[in-house]
């Protein structure tokens, strides 16, 4: 049977970026993906959110996707556009990409990384023990790990294998998506109606017509067919505008359920997997890729022993909250898409809301990612609260504090007197980094906060510890988050690499 440190079951967006975040940790990571290679048919989400494109920043290959889409106002909520072009982020705006690109962009990154990948292979089932979990694949094959995680999608097998109740709400609304070629050209734009949202766009080949039309009653479970496109079409437009040779007719539901747990033992879900609901907002797959960036750094920690398997629960604590708010946020959204006369008004007061100053910034801070505040405990408004990209001054040269994460290590980031703090019992695990920065310390939604002293930032860019002029609590923040303090007289290799990178 071969054997595997992690086997991640689905090679989508969320189970590549999980791959890439083992992988820079350093440990042996398989991915078992159904299709045949890591080509998506069909083009699926639009794009992601201001806090993935920051996400990828950190690991160094936001450029990538930068640079085959199209940045944009995007952030929605009901009708309104967020225009958060005054949030402090070097990324004030959201990302315009087809899904079949991103993964293509994903995929050519992990190929870079010792990433093992299964294609055409899946998942059938597991069974665990108290040392690793048999996996099952279809063709009769076996794979042990130690540990798995469902990265699989909406109907996970690994879920429903794990007996993760996934509670929540039935679908109400069923929309067709498809890409076609059309007879007649469409008229471009959406258009709301009391079932839903529609809408004609055009792609990039100036052939292709993407097409997502809200059915009059919620569809069948069956795959839909050309016919069931160009009735719903005729309903909505008078018209099927000729539609032939279709690439891909796909339907997605307002389902919205996410899981109770996202561990049971050693298997963990994330991404689509741990949670579904309808794409107003557009935050699917941005929610699975932080998933992955939250989970990776920890699962990795556990697996080399640094630290113990409790680190694995702080995984749900922190990201249950994330996606249940989006879920809530989502169905608010799927309300406000529905235009009749009884709720254009509601659709009015609350476009009228969003438009303000603060309103909007509360909004747009969810919808973008930026708000997310981990419950790390009382203190300075920076703790449990992404790390702000800012432009350091080392005595190597200046840095942005992004870079300093670009191999998904934990940065004691210290911004005062030289040497302030030790922290050589865990110089084999976190980088020490002295700079000075002397601009604001701005915050998405909060504003200006006091500028620390220094800070315990996370492989996943979430700040741990914010110092003052004493280290108190610092020993504690760096055991519970990265380990028990090194033994006297072991090697503190990681220190030595900084200094190498960094000089202070
Ligand atoms: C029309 C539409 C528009 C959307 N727009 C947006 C948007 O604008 N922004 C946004 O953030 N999100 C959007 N989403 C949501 C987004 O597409 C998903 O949230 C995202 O794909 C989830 O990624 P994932 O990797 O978790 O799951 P998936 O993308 O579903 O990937 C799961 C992978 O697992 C594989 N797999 C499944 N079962 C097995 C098995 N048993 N064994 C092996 N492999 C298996 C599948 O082949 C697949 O590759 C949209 C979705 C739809 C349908």
Redesign the pocket.
Known sequence: MTQHAVVI????????MLAAELALAKVEVAV????PDHV?VGS??????SR?IEVLDQRGVADRFLAEGQVAQAAMFGTTVLDMSDFPTRHPYSLGIW?NRIERIMAAWIAELPVRIYHA????GFAQDDTGVDIDL?DGQKLRAQYLVG????????RKAAGIEFPGWDATRS?L?AEVETAEEPPKGIRHDAVGVHGLHTMEDGRTVRV?VTEQQLGSGSEPTLDDLSEALVVVYGTDFGIHNPTWI?R?TDMTRQAAAYRAGRVLL????AH?HY?AG???????VQDAVNLGWKLAQVITGASPESLLDSYHAERHPVGARALQHTLAQTALQRRDERMQPLIDVVSELAGMDEPRKRLAGIISGLDIHYDLGEGHPLLGRRMPDLDLVTAGGPLRVFELLHDAKPVLLHLGEPQGFDISPWSDRVHRVDAEYTGPWELPVLGAVAAPTAVLIRPDGYVAWVGDRTDSGLTGALSTWFGAPLRPGAPARLQEETDARWPA
């Open positions: 079951a689905g090679g989508g967006p969320t189970g590549m078992v993906e159904r299709r998506l699926r989400a639009g794009g992601f959110h993935t899904q292979c899946e998942v059938t279809a990265c699989d999608g909406g109907r996970s097998v690994i929309t998506i997502v796909s997605f994330a991404g689509d997997a579904v794409p557009g935050q699917g797959l941005s929610l699975g």
